[in-house]
Nanobody
Framework: QVHVVESGGGSVQVGGSLRLSCSAS????????WGWFRQAPGKGREDLAA???????RYADSVKGRFTISQDNAKNTLFLQMNSLKPEDTAMYYC??????????????WGQGTQVTVSS
């Protein structure tokens, strides 16, 4: 079992930046990959970024070049650095663990989410 808790969401103006954090606990050393996805009201889930244990990363076209996924293994923490934010980035953001299938992945574990609101 893996437990993840997101933090770092908030309100920001267009063009601003936020860094989301995800604190992980449990059997984290068995996890094959970590990721972030979001969901806006009335819309489906959108996978944003994933990081595999071999160091490989994957990004959605909508965030490529603006968002960066990283990990601090010593502190069991996953990050999502978000720059040049746009109003369409407004959504609930979720951290996830243990990828299944191919992109966009199914995840075995995810948290409760953290809200990001981008205003003009």
């Amino acid at each position: 079992q893996v437990h993840v808790v997101e933090s770092g969401g908030g309100s920001v103006q267009v063009g601003g930046s936020l860094r989301l954090s995800c604190s992980a606990s449990g059997y984290i050393y068995s996890v094959n990959c970590w990721g972030w996805f979001r969901q806006a009201p009335g819309k489906g889930r959108e996978d944003l970024a994933a990081k595999h244990n071999d160091g490989g990363t994957r990004y959605a076209d909508s965030v490529k070049g603006r968002f960066t996924i990283s990990q601090d293994n010593a502190k069991n923490t996953l990050f999502l650095q978000m720059n040049s934010l746009k109003p369409e980035d407004t959504a609930m953001y979720y951290c996830a663990a243990e990828c299944e299938g191919s992109w966009p992945y199914r995840y075995k574990y995810w948290g409760q989410g953290t809200q990001v609101t981008v205003s003009s």
